[in-house]
């Protein structure tokens, strides 16, 4: 949204995604070398010793810092052992890796250079926890719009969910290729499972029950390549499902969201999205602008 109707990210705030990406970059490449830490070649056992002792704070440095060379070539050599590539083809998703992580790894170099800039791209891609909440304004059409973005997280739910009843709609987003994988927080529960609960207590939440909602059923591009060869019932929630093309796990998964809404007279919108295709969220915040005005307007008897 800041990107598309904002005024962008500016050099000062790309550069303080930095530490963050380098960050992400080390916890990648230390889960990789914990995994395969005994089928690693000789000199790579010494690049994995090396790299597991770091903390991200030793490499969350600023962008106007360069990163050690020492351990640039580490990284470099254990991302191209067969042990390590074998683990990032066959246990991406068990390791709870995101697609990202093999960009960043790839690309250390790139990132621990001294002055190195991030794309767009390499921004959205960075795994940052939201804390509290955080406001975003922007203009559209010379209307304005405040959106809030809340943690997600167990611990940070109870922060946000009394906050909002003044709130015109309410944007919720599914990982949808995340329905083989557990919780960071909980290594027992489903992601897709936790999403379905934490839907249905919002929906019925005194707070929301009124408000109407969009359903970013999001990163439908890795959805669509993990469908082929992992089944849609690997999450406990859907052991029920039958289909077999991508359309139709996207139909059975949007189903099983909508089935936690009591509010019949609630307008629900859904819509398969790839949050990194700008157009695509474009062309859908478009529709949802749209509602959220004529809404103020009925609420205010002009509509």
Known sequence: MIQIYGKGFTEKEKADFVPNIRANALRYIQILAKDQQAALSAENQANANLI?????????KSSEDCLDEGLIRAVEQLWVDAAVQDAWRLKQSDLQLPVSAGNFVRDFAKISARNYVPSFSEILQTRIKTTGIIETRFEVDKEEFRMFDVGGQ?????????????????????????YDQVMYEDLTKNRMSDALELFRSVALNKFFVEKDIVLFLNR???????????????????KDYRGGSYEEACQYVEKKFLEGNENKERVIKSHVTCATDTENVKTIFNAVKAGVINKSLKEAGLY
Do not use: G, Y
Not at 165 to 174: E, Q, R
Not at 220 to 238: V, Y
């Open 52 to 60: 597991l002792e770091l903390k991200e704070d030793d490499v969350a």
């Open 154 to 178: 167990k611990n940070e739910r109870r922060k946000w969910m009394h906050c909002f009843d003044n709130v015109s709609l309410i944007i919720f987003v599914v990982a949808l290729d995340q």
């Open 220 to 238: 439908r591009d890795l959805f669509q390549e993990k469908i082929k060869t992992k089944s849609l019932t690997l999450c406990p929630d859907f």
